[in-house]
């Protein structure tokens, strides 16, 4: 990136609000061309479009659900953990997850309600009778895709608790996807759909790009630079799993 083009990207992001005066001494130390890239995944980035795992034990299969909402731009991963530990594979999730907003909840219960609260429908991943294919999903409001355990799919309390179910249609003699590609499957017809179909709704406001932005060039950042700025007064304040602001 030119330097004309550089001061200019900078200005703008100071009119957008997205860096400031008190910021500077981080945004200063990140490269304009990474500025640019983190603003150009930001204004794609979704909340309408949301994911809810439960009991997903396999490390590789959790890896991959989150590079897979990384991938399609859903900033939020809401994670019930089941026999196993969430503990994702790093050589598959490549590092999406330091993206992402990851939300850690007790019981499967608790998921649905805080969701539902929300503003959040919940539609089930399942194969049994009265299921919907995916493509038939209404995404007239915010909408949360759950995926069960690999063995035994969601939940029974899942399902009772869920506004509906989806199945992704198959063809052949194998009934089932895995869950990293029924979530591959799934997140790309509902985000393109959703896209479309909400507008302006779908992204991100101002106030959640402001501070996840902040958060990402925290990050960013080499861990000796964040714990020189930290020594002098820099951090991100977490709330809720929530991304914070610098402090």
């Known amino acids: 990136m030119e330097e004309r083009e550089a001061k200019a990207f900078l200005e703008q992001l100071q009119h957008e609000g997205l860096i400031t005066e008190s910021t500077r001494p981080v945004w200063e130390m990140i490269l304009p061309r990474r500025l ?23 490390p590789h299969n959790q890896a991959a659900v989150l590079r897979t909402a990384e991938a ?14 969430f503990s994702p594979n790093r050589l598959v999730t490549r590092y999406a997850d330091q993206w992402l907003t990851l939300h850690h909840k007790p019981d499967i219960k608790t998921a649905i309600a805080d969701l539902k609260q929300q503003g959040y429908q919940v539609y089930a ?14 995404l007239s409001q915010p909408t949360a895709l759950l995926f069960g355990n690999e063995h035994s799919g969601v939940s029974e309390e899942a399902l009772r608790l869920a506004d509906g179910t989806f199945v992704i249609p198959m063809y052949g003699f194998v009934q089932s996807f895995n869950i990293s590609v029924a979530a591959a499957l799934a997140l790309y017809d509902v985000t393109e759909r959703a896209r479309r179909q ?5 992204y991100l406001s101002s106030g959640e790009k402001k501070v996840l932005y902040e958060q990402w060039m925290w ?19 977490n709330n809720g799993g929530q991304p914070g602001s610098f402090q």
């Open 198 to 202: 909400a507008g302006e709704r779908y």
């Open 219 to 237: 990050q960013t950042l080499n861990p000796r630079i964040r714990k020189q700025l930290e020594q002098q007064g820099y951090t991100i304040q």
């Open 36 to 58: 640019k890239r983190m603003y150009e995944v930001l204004n794609e980035r979704t909340r309408y479009i949301t994911v809810l795992i439960e009991a997903v034990d396999d």
């Open 72 to 85: 399609f731009g859903v900033q939020d991963v809401h994670i019930v953990t089941g026999k196993a530990p």
């Open 125 to 138: 991943s399942y194969l049994g009778e009265g299921t919907i294919p995916v493509s038939d999903l209404d």
